[in-house]
């Protein structure tokens, strides 16, 4: 059985950050394609950060020099290093594996921006 626990999120002010991290057991982060996805109210589900397994990344426009995703394969752990935060920002957050065709997802962690 595939699981997710995810930590990191919370309030913080305009300008703060935050580090978001995803631990999974059940599957092998090696050979996943791993990313973060985030839905704010009313909004649909979006792309934020994505990294290869061979650790090639790619962003969202809107959170480009501003947020980092990472991995440690060995941990089998995801992390969302998120700066310069903004009110905009604000969703909850998931983290998602992409193996054999399948995609697992996280149960998602809110993040609020606001002062």
């Known amino acids: 059985q595939v699981q997710f626990v995810e930590s990191g999120g919370g309030l913080v002010q305009p300008g703060g950050s935050l580090r978001l991290s995803c631990a999974a057991s059940?599957?092998?982060?090696?050979?996943?394609?791993l990313s973060w996805y985030r839905q704010a109210p009313g909004k649909q589900r979006e792309l934020v950060a994505a990294?290869?397994?061979?650790?090639?990344?790619n962003y969202a426009d809107s959170v480009k020099g501003r947020f980092t995703i990472s991995r440690d394969n060995t941990k089998n752990m995801v992390y969302l290093q998120m700066n310069s935060l903004k009110p905009e920002d604000s969703a909850v957050y998931y983290c998602?594996?992409?193996?054999?065709?399948?995609?697992?997802w996280g149960q998602g962690t809110q993040v609020t921006v606001s002062s």
């Open positions: 990294i290869a397994t061979g650790g090639s990344a």
């Open positions: 998602c594996a992409y193996t054999l065709g399948t995609a697992y």
């Open positions: 059940g599957i092998s982060f090696g050979g996943s394609v």
